[in-house]
């Protein structure tokens, strides 16, 4: 039941925002949410689930309708890798590639990020923010923001 912001709450965890349901993510792999308005994406990265802000830097695009991909790397002479698969977010408008774990841009991380959050899992749920150590509840995410 959304709050009086249009934030989901869990009814298991009173003070959780609900961004998505689990068994969405693990059949879309890349789901977007709203909190108050924001638009975040939630990702389900081989490293664990990610929540970034969901508005490309480029132009607004919502990169929750992009892609979760790799990222193709440079060997030896003709030679390419692709690596660190389903950890990159790609916008759908223009290409851009995000880092699911810092929110960095591949082609430009020192000036161009989207902000990331911390989450948990809880009652089939992903849920925004860090676990209250009471609740059990499985952390995931990480804490860093901007
Ligand atoms: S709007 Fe995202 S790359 Fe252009």
Redesign the pocket.
Known sequence: MPDEHGAERASAHSDCVRLCRLDDLERRRIVRAEVNGREMVVVASPRGIRVLRGL?P????LLGLGVLCGHSAAGDIGEYRYERVGEIVR?P????EFDSETGRSLHDPERIRVATYPSHTCGGHVCLGAPAAATGAAGVGQPEDQ
Request: net charge neutral; with cysteine.
């Open positions: 490309c480029h132009q607004g695009a916008c408008w223009h290409g851009w």
